[in-house]
Every structure is written in C-alpha cells, then in structure tokens.
C-alpha cells in the first residue's frame, strides 16, 4: 500500500424525506443562491420542497445549468452571485449542477482575469477561496457530492476539463432516493455505468497489495450489478434506488483509491467524445473502457484477472482467454442495462480518432496509471470500439 | 436501508514515516500536552520521534495512562490542562490513550462538578466544549483514531462505560504501520480480535437490505482474517501491517454501520469481564461473542449463515449445522492467533456471571439490536462459555 492522507468532511444526510433537513444545514440568515438544472426538479416536487424549506432564508435562483456544464453558464451564475452579495450556494440536481456549482462557487472570489484558469493551468493556480456550498442531489453518478472534484466544459474551444480543490467540497449533501423514482430509463444507466467506471479507474490498474481496498471497490461492483437493473426494472423500489445511490456515492468520495494507483484515461478520452460529440458522460466511459481493457491487458493483467475472477467468475483459460470472456462480459453488463459501447453506434466517424489524437498530441497527455498513454495508444484504444 | 446521517472529518495522515508531520498539523503556538501509555513509546522510538517533531512548540508530558484507561489518572491529566493552560492534546499510543485523550478533552473544559456525568448519564448531559486533540497511533486496534468515542473505566467502582461525542473528534491520526513492528504478539492479536468483533457488532443483527455496507464488513473480516496471522508469524511485513492498521480503522469509524442496525451486546458484556477481572478488552470479546452467536442464533439466523457462507465457505447442511460450524471456525480463528475462548481458560468463576448478572438487572438493561436481551440472556450467553 502506498502512503497517503485523507480527509472527506462532507456530511451526508441520507434516506426518505430528508430533503427538508437542508434548512438545519444552511447558516442562518444566509443569502442563498439555489442552482439547478433544465427543470426536472420542478416536475418531481424536488424544487418546491427546498423553497418550502428555505422559506425563511433570502432565496435567489440561478436554473438552466446543461448536463456536461458550460463554462458560460457559470460565468454568468457568478455575476448573479456577486450582484445579490450571495453568500450560499445550494445546489439541486445531479453531478452537473453540483460540478458547475462548485465551479460558480471559487470562481466568483477569484481574483484573477479569469477562473478558466482552474482548468487550463491545474495544480498551478488553485482557488484560494470560495463560497460555502451544500446539494440536494437527484441523480446518483458522479460522486460529485462528496469530493471535491469539478468538470466543466466550455462551449467556445469544445474543451471539457476537471479542477479540484478542497475549498468547494459541499459542506452537506442531502441524498434522497425517492429522487430515483421520477428519473428516466437513460439516466439511470447512465448513473450505473458511470459509477461502475469510477470504481474501475481506481480499481483496474496494478496489485500494491491492498486486499482491502480492491474488496471494497468489488463491493461496489457488485452491488452495481445486482441493483442497477432493479432500479431500472422498478423504479420505485427503494431499497434498490437507495443501494444504487449510496453506491454511487462511495464509488467517488476518495476512499477506494487510498493508498491505491488511479488510471482515469478512460475519463479522459471520455471527455473528447463529449467535446466533440456531445456524447453523454457515462456513455462515452462505456466506449472507451472495454478498448483500454484490451489494449492495456499486458500492464492490467493482473487486476483484471482478479476482476474477471471475482466478479464474473472467470477462471477457466488461458490468461487471454479470461481477459477476453471479461471483456465481454463488461460490454454485455452494460449493454443490458440499453448502453452501446462502440463508436459507430454512436455516428462517431473515424475521423474524430484522428481529432482527438491530434488533441493529445498537442497537449502532449501521458495517460493511465503507468503514465504510458501517448496519443498513439489513444488511437489504438479508439480504433478497437470502431 | 435505513435513513442516516454521517460526517467523519478526521484528517488521516497513513504510511510509513509519517509521524513526523503531526508538526504542520497542530496550530502555530499551541501549548501541547503529549498524552501517552507506560513507555513502548520511549523503547520503539515513537516517544523520540514525536518530540523532535514538535521541538518548535510548547510541549508538556503527562503519561502513565492504562490500558483500559483509569478515570482516576484521567482527572489528573485534565489537572495538569488546567495548571498549564494546555491547548492541544497529542495521544501517542493505542486505543485506550486516545480514548483517555478525548476523555481529557471534554473533561478539562467540564463546566459540572464531576465529568464522570459524560459516562453515568450519557445522551443527558453531553461535552459543550472540548481542547482539540490529534493522534498518533501505535497499535491498530480500537478505531479510536477516527470516531468519536471513549471508554473509560472507574477503579473506586469497578465500573468501565463509554461516552460519545463529535467534538472529541481527533483532527488528525497519523497511521505509520512500522509502529506494528514492535507490538509484542498479545497486541496484535487482541487488535485483529478487537477490530473483527467490530465489525461483527455492526454486521451480524439482521437484514435490511444493505448490500454495499454487508459487503463492506466482509471486507474487512475476510481482510483481517487474511492479514492478522501474516503480522504475527513476521512482525516487520510491512504490507501486512498495513493491512491491518487500515483494516482496524475502517472498522470503527462509523462507515459500515451506516444505514444498518447495530448490535453491541458483547462490548457490553465484555466490559463487565475487564471491570471485575482485568480481562484484556479484545479477549472479553472473544469470550462473549460465541456465546452471543449460539444464544441469539434464532434473531442472528440470516446475518449467521450469510457470514458462515461468505466468510467460511459453509453452505451444506441444516440452518443449525451451518450455524454450529460456523460459530467453531469462529472460535477457531480467535485461537489460532492464541486467543482462547472459555472463561475458565481466564479463571473467571461462576459466580461472576452472578455478579454481572445482577448488574444488569439492577441498571435494567436491554441489550443488542432487538433490545431484547436482559439480565437472565446475558446468564445464559456467559454461561455457554463456561
């Protein structure tokens, strides 16, 4: 195991009817800035049951925030931030809404030209404050309620990238799975696979004897796969809705990968098919990991072997024989779940391979848990799900 | 699952030589009180370590805290808060030094006559205020390290009781596994019985549909189960000492008890087998929990065989036969890291199962997650390890 730290003060506040606990989390006389998406939290009671709740605090509101973020939305969220001296934000919606909050959230005190620059120069210039912010969340995916990670895209350069910083991890989340009930087929198999590849990310790279944290990480495979498809099944099952929520959840919030290799070139090759294509998150993870799996199978090996064996209960075969049925049973898991893993599927041409290794070219990218991604093996990984 | 509320913000601080930064964690100028047990620390290099660390800060020493820490000793520490205006606690050593310390901290800014009230009434009267504490642990075992308990015994009465609260909380724990190198074989073995007993309170009530946090659990038993035995046949492992120490800690900060009921019946038993008897904690536990598992088999019967099936492999038989078997490869574990497992074997005679018996009775209890063992249950479970 390698060393390292960990601190993840997000209080979470799970289970039915909690939404109206969010009035005891907020400080009082707070001017709070309410942030959320297209509108779906006004179709399943979701919005007024947190204006209900916040009646008494000064309650302004920013809607219209788009899955996969803009940056120019954000942009214009801040202004209202800094025109109402607002000094909360709440956020009600998915990971998106909660990214682009936490985005609105250090942009609006940056002193900079500029808060793009959390992204374009990362790990260099790093917020130094930011307004204090909370979630009510309706879609179980991201883990963004309970990390500090946030990925905004920016419409003008079709850029889609990620800043992180300690100072925009929600002081609370509110986590209610009856906000599964209202959500349609696609975002559920969205929320399963994009969970499923956050833990692979943190998961499938190489042994450095952690049996505790490679369990963990299989627990919450597993419970993807048993739950996913009862959510999708009966979306009113709640002991399944509330299985898939907390998955989600721990499937992002750091503790899976202490200690532990990350790869997170999946993520990345992921982003330019949004970029691109406007391909929804999850789905794009869909495509690229089975390419990885196969085209990084010599440096996974090990792992995912262990994850063939224990999760699928591969272990008959030559080595590339199980690689292989492991493969396959990834793509059909999501398959089953109405997600297409290859790229024609999607009317993405061969020529966005060729755009999209250009881009890593340019940025002269080294992908994975081993840095040995180059923007030729993106090419290789992109070509197989042709 | 059921609805739950959880923030756990201690700061872990894990790995090999990093004691050292317990110096960029406690505030500029702090007047330190260094808290710790009867001298490993000083012949392992701990005690050296810390204090160079710390050489820029106003350090003051009180150690001497036991194993199962004494109330009495604790009442002179908060003295020696008081008469140097102490405002931060370190605990260098195991379980019972931080539980002493978050004792200390709650204690010294006691408003009451006596903070002895914490443990006889506690939910009553509760800590409004405590000097914050930070920890250096030297012994996995407890979970102190990360949650917000304490338990603390009283030699005048023979009484040994717990209390809780978020502002004893430590800051920060720094985990550095070689402290696991010189821990004497009774330790480490009373640590991965503690921490598997841990996980067995939160894990072995009854069903509510909690596959994620079941899973968890086995993780961290099957973990244990794999680690222990590799530190005690070679105590300079350091991968396995790893193991362990994350193993411990995991199972008792509060993660897999979310959302689930909880048992705690043979910590309480337990405690009474330390309080009349001096029985190291961890081997009370060993004790009480077989008698726990075949008194309570009716209530226990689903966790039971789902434990027996997933941890032992045991699924041929009858629910009884798979039940007793289950409850021996229990008892067989706890032995082979020489751990013994009758009360004979610790010379307790049969009349204090009286004497517990009667305590009991007078304080009313109803112990377990059912509530529904009373003082003639608790005869019978001590008396099923006579």
Redesign the interface.
Known sequence: ??????????????????IPKVAGEIPENSRVLMIYGGGSIKRNGVYDQVKNALKNFELFEFGGIEANPHYETCIKAMEVVKANNIDFLLSVGGGSVIDATKFIAAGALYEGEDPWDFFTQRFVIEPKAAIPLGAVLTLPATGSEMNWNSVVSRVSTQEKLAFGSPLVMPQFSVLDPECVFSLPDRQVANGVVDAFVHVMEQYLTYPV????QD??A???L??LI??GPKVLANRNDY?SA??FM??AT?ALNG?IA??VPSDWATHMIGHELTAFHGIDHARTLAIVLPGMMNIKRHNKKDKILQYGERIWGINQGTDDERIDKTIDKTVAFFKSLGVPCTLPEYDVPAETIQKIKERFKTRGSKLGENADIDYNQVEEILTDRL
Chains 1, 2 share one sequence.
């Open positions: 195991m390698k060393n390292f730290e960990y601190k993840n003060p997000v209080k979470i506040i799970f289970g039915k009817g909690t004897n952690s049996p505790l369990r963990f299989e627990g919450i597993h419970t048993e739950e002991d509330a299985n907390w998955s721990m503790l202490l200690g």
